[in-house]
C-alpha cells in the first residue's frame, strides 16, 4: 500500500504534488488564524474539563480515607508526678509513682536491628549458613548470657506498619499504631500526646539527641541544642556519616564528669541503610554490625553504676533489607538492658519458645515506655497500653514477684485509667460481656496481692493485659461509615458521568466542553450553597467545609451527567463490538478480583493472561483482514505482542504470600536490593537496540526525518549509554571493584555527573526537541516530465512527501523517549529492560490498532487502545520490581542524580521510579487516535474530540479499579488481610489515579496541542 511508505491516499492521488499545497494556497491567512485560536483555546477547555474531573477523584478519595485511615482518637490528659494513676497522692520520695533505679539513661536505637542479628548463629541453624549478617554483633548475647543479672537480651516485637517515623512514636508514647500514621514517614509533625519525653522533660531533666533527624520532627525544643547533633535520615546511599556523627558526639558526653545531661537518645542508621542498599547478606552488612559491636563495648566501659544503657532495633528487615509490612523477619527486632550493677533477673514464667527458633519469649515494643518510666522513676504516660517488662523488675537471684506485682499493679491502674476516658470520649460499641474476662483477671490479681501470693497476682495481670490489647487490636480502628459512603459515592457518579460522556455521548465532545462545564461550574455553585446550609443547619451531621464540599462535588457531577443525557446522547441502540466487549470485560473481571486476597496478590500473573488473549485476539483479527499488507504486518506485530509479553514476565519481584511459589529474578538475589554483574548487558543492549527499534517503526512511513534523526539516533542513544555507565559504576561500587582505585566519593561524584547529564538529555534537550521540531516529513522533487495531454503546457516538477501519512503520531512519538530515559536512569538494570520492552509494544500495539481498523475513533473501538495501554502499564508497574506494597518502593532513587534531599524533586524522582510504567503508557494515550491518522479527518477540532475520547477511556480503566479497590477495601475492612493487602492496593489505585489524570493533562493534552500546531504551521491547516 502507499500509506506503508509515507503516502497517505490523498496524497497518492496528487502526483504532481500539489495536493495539499494547493489546498493551503487557497486556505486564507485568516482562515488559518481563526482555525489556531479555536484550536488552542479548545486545548484550554478540554485542560479546565480534566483538572475537573482529577478535583472529583481527589474529593472523593479524600473522603473515603477521611473515614477510612482514621488515626486513633489521641487524648489530652497527662500523668502527674505527684498523682497515681487511682487519684491518690504520691508518697515516694526517690521518683515519681514507684522508687526509681537508675539516675540517668543511654538509649540507642540501632535502626532496623533485627533480633538474629545478635544471636549466635548455632541457635538458629543445626549447620549455620555462611551469611554476612551473622554472628558479627555477638557482644549483647554474650553479656545476657555471662552476667544475666546485668544484660537482658529480648526478642523486641514490633506492631506493624514497620516504618520509622511510625515506631518511634510507640517507642515514645506506648500506644498502639494506625495505618494512617505511616504517610508521614519521612515528614513526621510533632507528637501532642503525653509521652517519656515530655515526662523527663517536665521533670527537669536535660535531654540530649544524636543521630536521625526525625526526632526533631516529633520533639522540637525537647533537646539541649548546645548538646544535640541531628543529621539527614533519608539517604539510603549514606552507610556511615550519621553513625561516625553519633560516634563523634556521644564519646565526649559519657566522659564528663559530672555529667551534665540525664538522658541520651542515639539513633544508629547505618545498619538498616545497608539492608536498603546492599541486603543483609552483604559484607556491607558484616561491617556495620562490627562497628557497632565496638562502638557499645566502649560505651558500656564508659558507663557509671547509675546509668542505664538500653540497645534496641525500632524494627527488622525482610531478606532484601526492606521494611513497612508485617512479615516475622520486619517485626522482630532485639531489645538489650545492661547495667553495670546487679539489678536484672530471669523470671520463671519467661517461658521458651520451641527449641526449633532457639529465642528467649518476646516483648511488645510498647512495653519499653512503661518499663524505662518505672526504672527512672517517671510516671507512666497517659496513653501507654504496654505492661512492664518483667526481667527489669525481678531483681538478681530469686525472682522479686513482690516489686514485680507491684509494677504491675502501677501500669494496669494507668491503663484502666487510659480506658476509662477513652471510653467517655468515644464509644467502641462493646457490651459487658467484652469486658468479663478482664474482670476475672483483675479480681484475681486483687485477691492474689491481698494474700500475698504476689507471683500468682503478676499472672493475673498479664492475663488482664493479654485481655486490653487483644480487645485495642481487634476494634482500635473506628471507621467512619459515612464518610466512607460519601467517598464511594463520589466516586461512583464520577466514573458514571466519565463512562457516559467517553462511551454513550454521540457528537464532537471538544464543541461540547464550554456548555458541559458551565452546567458543572453551577451545579458545583448550588451544591456547595446547599452543603454549606446544611452545615449551619445539622452541625452534628455536617460540619460546614466537608458540607460544602461534599455538597458541590455531587451536585457539580450529577449536573455535568444531566447536561450530557440532554444534549448528546445517542438515540440509536448501542452495544459493543468484539473488542468493546473485551476491554470491558477485563475492567470488570479486574475489579471484581480484588475482592479476593490471593487475586490480588497475584495481580501481575491476571495482567499477563488479560495481555496475552489480547494478543491472541488480535493474531485471529489480523489473519483476517483483506488486505495482504495489512494481513502481514498485523499478524507479526500481534505475534510480536505476544512474546514480549511473556518475555517481560520473567523480570519478577515476589511478595512475601507468594513464596516459596515465587523466585525473585529482579535484583541479584532474592537476599539483595542491588544488581548481579551480569544484569550489566541489559542497559547496553538497551541503549544498543531500542533507539533502532523506534528508528523501524518510523521509516515503517518514511518518516524517520527531520529531528526524528538527532533526537532518537543521537541524543536518545547518548542518553541511554549514560544511564548504562551509571549503573556499571554502581555494581562497581556495590561490589568493591575500584575500592583501591577510587574513593566511593570520588564514585559518587562520578556517577551524578552522569546522571544529570542523562536527566540534561531528557529534560530539556527533549523537551526543546519536541516543542520546537517540525513534522518529520521530507519532500522529494524529481525532475519535470512533458504534460501527458500534449496541451503544450510547461512541464512541472514532481514532488513527493515522504511521512505524509504519519504526520501527527511520528511527531507525537518525539515525547516518548524522553520519558523514556528519564524513567530508565532511574531503576535498576532488570527494571530499564521491563520498561524498554514496554515501550516496544507501545509500538506493537499502534500498528495493531492500525490494521485492524482500531486507530481512527469510533464508537465501538476507540477504547481498546487506551484500555491496553492502562494494562501495559499496570502490568509494567510489577515488572520494574514493584508491589502493591510499602515495603517495594525503592526509596534510594531519590539519590539517583542528588546526593541529598531536595523538595520537590525527590519525591518527584521516587513517583518517576515507581509509576514510570503508568506515567509512559498514559502519555502514549493520544497515539491510539493519531498514529498514522489521515490529516484532512475532521480537522484539529476532530482531532480533539478524538483524542479527548481516548483519555476519558484511559482514565475511566483507572477510575474503575480505584472504586473497586476503595469499595473492597472498605467492606472488607474487619478482614484479617486488610492492613497487608486490601489498604495497600487502595492505596496504590488512588495514587496511580491521580498521578495518570495528571500526565493526561500535563503530557497528552499539552503535547497534542504541539503537535497540532506545529503540523498546521506547515499544511495550513
Excluded at 231 to 253: A, C, K, Q, R
Excluded at 521 to 532: D, E, K, M, Q
Excluded at 787 to 812: E, F, H
Excluded at 875 to 893: C, E, P, R, V
Amino acid at each position: 500500500m502507499v500509506d506503508r511508505i509515507g503516502l497517505s491516499p490523498e496524497a497518492s492521488r496528487a502526483e504532481d504534488g500539489l495536493g495539499s499545497l494547493e489546498k493551503s494556497a487557497a486556505t486564507t491567512e485568516e482562515h488559518q488564524r481563526q482555525n489556531i485560536i479555536r484550536f488552542k483555546v479548545t486545548h484550554v477547555l478540554l485542560t479546565v474539563l480534566l483538572l475537573w474531573l482529577t478535583a472529583v477523584h481527589v474529593v472523593g478519595i479524600l473522603f473515603f480515607a477521611k473515614g477510612f485511615l482514621l488515626t486513633r482518637l489521641v487524648l489530652d490528659n497527662r500523668s502527674e508526678c505527684g498523682v497515681l494513676p487511682d487519684g491518690q497522692p504520691s508518697q515516694i520520695s526517690n521518683g515519681c509513682w514507684h522508687p526509681k533505679t537508675f539516675d540517668r539513661a543511654v538509649i540507642l536505637i540501632i535502626d532496623a536491628l533485627r533480633y538474629d542479628f545478635t544471636i549466635p548463629s548455632r541457635r538458629v541453624f543445626e549447620q549455620p549458613p555462611q551469611k554476612y549478617y551473622l554472628d558479627n554483633l555477638p557482644l549483647l548475647h554474650e553479656t545476657a548470657v555471662s552476667h544475666p543479672d546485668h544484660a537482658i537480651l529480648l526478642p523486641f516485637i514490633a506492631d506493624p506498619p514497620t516504618s520509622t517515623l511510625q515506631r518511634l512514636k510507640g517507642l515514645t508514647t506506648g500506644t498502639l499504631p494506625t495505618f494512617i500514621d505511616i504517610g508521614s514517614n519521612f515528614a513526621g509533625t510533632a507528637i501532642e500526646e503525653d509521652n517519656i519525653v515530655s515526662q523527663l522533660k517536665n521533670a527537669g531533666k536535660t535531654i540530649v539527641h544524636l543521630g536521625d533527624d526525625t526526632w526533631h520532627s516529633l520533639f522540637p525544643g525537647y533537646f539541649d541544642p548546645n548538646m544535640t547533633h541531628s543529621y539527614d535520615s533519608f539517604n539510603v546511599w549514606d552507610l556511615h556519616t550519621v553513625d561516625n556523627g553519633v560516634i563523634e558526639h556521644i564519646m565526649p558526653l559519657l566522659d564528663q564528669s559530672p555529667q551534665q545531661w540525664d538522658v541520651i537518645f542515639g539513633h544508629f542508621l547505618g545498619v538498616d541503610h545497608a539492608g536498603h542498599r546492599f541486603g543483609p547478606d552483604h559484607p556491607a552488612m558484616a561491617e556495620k554490625l562490627r562497628q557497632m559491636n565496638d562502638v557499645l563495648q566502649e560505651i558500656m566501659h564508659k558507663l557509671d553504676d547509675d546509668t542505664l544503657l538500653v540497645v534496641m532495633g525500632d524494627h527488622g528487615m525482610d531478606t532484601k533489607g526492606d521494611h513497612g509490612g508485617e512479615s516475622d523477619e520486619e517485626v522482630e527486632a532485639a531489645l538489650w538492658m545492661y547495667s553495670k550493677q546487679p539489678r536484672f533477673g530471669k523470671a520463671e514464667t519467661a517461658v521458651l519458645l520451641p527449641p526449633a527458633t532457639a529465642k528467649e519469649r518476646p516483648v511488645g515494643q510498647i512495653d519499653l515506655v512503661s518499663t524505662l518510666s518505672i526504672l527512672l522513676g517517671l510516671p507512666i504516660p497517659f496513653n501507654n497500653l504496654g505492661k512492664p517488662i518483667a526481667e527489669a523488675f525481678t531483681g538478681p537471684g530469686s525472682p522479686d514477684w513482690k516489686t514485680l506485682a507491684r509494677v504491675d499493679r502501677l501500669a494496669q491502674s494507668q491503663i484502666a485509667r487510659y480506658q476509662e476516658h477513652y471510653s467517655r470520649s468515644r464509644d467502641l460499641g462493646l457490651d459487658d460481656n467484652a469486658y468479663r474476662d478482664q474482670r476475672t483477671y483483675l479480681a484475681l490479681s486483687v485477691e492474689s496481692a491481698a494474700d500475698g501470693r504476689w507471683e500468682d497476682a503478676h499472672h493475673a495481670y498479664v492475663n488482664w493485659h493479654n485481655e486490653v490489647i487483644s480487645m485495642y487490636r481487634r476494634l482500635w480502628a473506628n471507621f467512619n461509615v459515612e464518610d466512607m459512603i460519601c467517598g464511594i459515592t463520589i466516586s461512583g457518579l464520577a466514573l458514571g458521568f466519565v463512562f457516559f460522556f467517553s462511551r454513550l455521548s454521540m457528537g464532537d465532545k471538544a464543541s461540547a466542553a464550554p456548555g458541559l462545564l458551565r452546567s458543572a461550574g453551577l451545579g458545583t455553585v448550588v451544591g456547595a450553597a446547599i452543603g454549606s446550609a446544611l452545615g449551619f443547619l445539622t452541625p452534628s451531621s455536617f460540619s460546614f467545609l466537608p458540607g460544602l464540599v461534599f455538597g458541590g462535588t455531587i451536585c457539580g457531577v450529577i449536573a455535568a451527567t444531566v447536561w450530557s443525557f440532554r444534549h448528546r446522547l445517542t438515540t440509536q441502540s448501542y452495544l459493543p463490538s468484539l473488542w468493546g466487549w473485551m476491554a470491558l470485560v477485563f475492567c470488570l473481571t479486574q475489579s471484581a478480583g480484588f475482592a479476593s486476597n490471593s487475586y490480588t496478590i497475584h495481580e501481575d500473573t491476571i495482567l499477563l493472561f488479560f495481555l496475552t488473549t489480547f494478543g491472541i485476539l488480535s493474531l485471529i483479527s489480523s489473519l483476517r483482514q483483506a488486505s495482504t499488507a495489512d494481513r502481514v504486518l498485523g499478524t507479526y506485530q500481534s505475534v510480536l505482542f505476544i512474546l514480549l509479553t511473556r518475555l517481560a514476565s520473567f523480570s519478577r519481584l515476589c511478595r512475601e504470600e507468594q513464596m516459596p511459589g515465587c523466585r525473585s529474578t529482579f535484583y541479584a538475589s532474592s537476599n539483595s536490593s542491588t544488581s548481579a554483574p551480569w544484569q550489566l548487558l541489559i542497559p547496553y543492549s538497551v541503549a544498543l537496540l531500542l533507539p533502532e527499534i523506534i528508528k523501524a517503526f518510523y521509516q515503517g512511513t518514511a518518516s524517520y526525518a527531520g529531528s526524528a534523526g538527532f533526537w532518537i539516533g543521537f541524543s536518545f542513544r547518548i542518553g541511554l549509554l549514560l544511564v548504562a555507565a551509571y549503573w556499571t559504576i554502581d555494581v562497581a561500587d556495590n561490589g568493591g571493584w575500584l575500592m583501591e582505585r577510587l574513593s566511593p566519593t570520588t564514585l559518587k561524584t562520578i556517577n551524578i555527573t552522569l546522571a544529570r547529564s542523562a536527566l540534561a538529555i531528557a529534560v530539556p534537550v527533549g523537551i526543546g526537541t519536541f516543542v520546537w521540531a517540525k513534522p518529520c516529513i521530507n519532500i522529494s522533487i524529481s525532475e519535470p516530465r512533458p504534460a501527458a495531454d500534449n496541451s503544450g503546457k510547461p512541464p512541472r516538477p514532481q514532488l513527493t512527501i515522504y511521512g505524509y501519512a504519519n504526520v501527527y503520531g511520528s511527531r507525537y512519538l518525539l515525547m516518548i523517549p524522553m520519558l523514556v530515559l528519564s524513567v530508565a536512569l532511574l531503576l535498576p538494570p532488570v527494571g530499564q529492560f521491563s520498561i524498554a520492552i514496554c515501550t516496544w509494544q507501545i509500538l506493537c500495539l499502534l500498528e495493531i490498532l492500525d490494521t485492524n481498523g482500531l486507530t481512527i475513533s469510533s464508537r465501538g473501538s476507540s477504547s481498546v487502545g487506551p484500555i491496553i495501554l492502562a494494562l501495559l502499564g499496570s502490568y509494567h508497574f510489577f515488572k520494574t520490581g514493584h508491589q502493591a506494597t510499602l515495603a517495594s518502593i525503592q526509596w534510594n532513587s531519590a539519590f539517583v542524580p542528588l546526593r541529598t534531599i531536595q523538595y520537590p524533586w525527590s519525591p518527584l524522582l521516587v513517583v518517576l521510579n515507581t509509576f514510570g510504567a503508568q506515567i509512559i503508557c498514559a502519555a502514549a494515550v493520544p497515539l491510539t487516535v493519531i498514529w498514522k491518522r489521515p490529516t484532512g479527518k475532521a480537522g484539529l477540532r476532530g482531532l480533539w474530540n478524538d483524542v479527548l475520547n481516548a483519555c476519558l477511556a484511559h482514565a475511566l480503566y483507572y477510575a474503575t479499579i480505584q472504586l473497586a479497590t476503595t469499595m473492597w477495601a472498605g467492606h472488607l475492612r474487619r478482614h484479617l488481610m486488610l492492613y497487608r493487602v486490601f489498604m495497600p492496593r487502595y492505596l496504590m489505585a488512588c495514587a496511580v489515579l491521580l498521578i495518570v489524570d495528571m500526565v493526561l493533562v500535563v503530557a497528552a493534552l499539552a503535547g497534542v496541542r504541539v503537535v497540532g500546531l506545529s503540523v498546521g504551521e506547515v499544511f495550513g491547516y
